[in-house]
């Protein structure tokens, strides 16, 4: 006598693995080095302060002011480093920051806009 596998229990095990890796497809997106840089040599950003980290935003290179304030500074991108271990050049301008953005996998190295 032969036994036949129970089909409800085959259905189970394909539907966890089909919801296992729908689960982890949005997730890879977040990992560091995940996407591509939303920021190119040349743009204006701000930088966002919040309570653990920080994070960049859009800015208009127009409306940039030269401030002592850093939570009103505009910042221009001058350079793009493709990894995380930062290492920019020597920086020409006002304030310059080298901000690893894990998001993105890069570092961008930032002067203040003028």
Do not use: K, N, W
């Amino acid at each position: 006598m032969t036994t036949c596998p129970d089909p409800m229990r085959r259905r189970s095990v394909v539907r966890f693995a089909m919801i296992a890796v729908l689960a982890a497809a949005p997730a890879t997106s977040c990992l560091p080095g995940g996407g591509s840089p939303s920021f190119a040599e040349g743009d204006c950003v701000t930088i966002d302060q919040r309570v653990i980290d920080s994070d960049l935003s859009p800015a208009s290179c127009e409306d940039a002011v030269g401030t002592f304030d850093p939570a009103e500074r505009t910042y221009r991108v001058d350079s793009v480093i493709p990894d995380l271990d930062g290492g920019c050049p020597q920086l020409q301008g006002f304030f310059p920051v080298e901000f690893v953005h894990e998001p993105d996998g890069v570092t961008y190295c930032l002067v203040q806009a003028s």
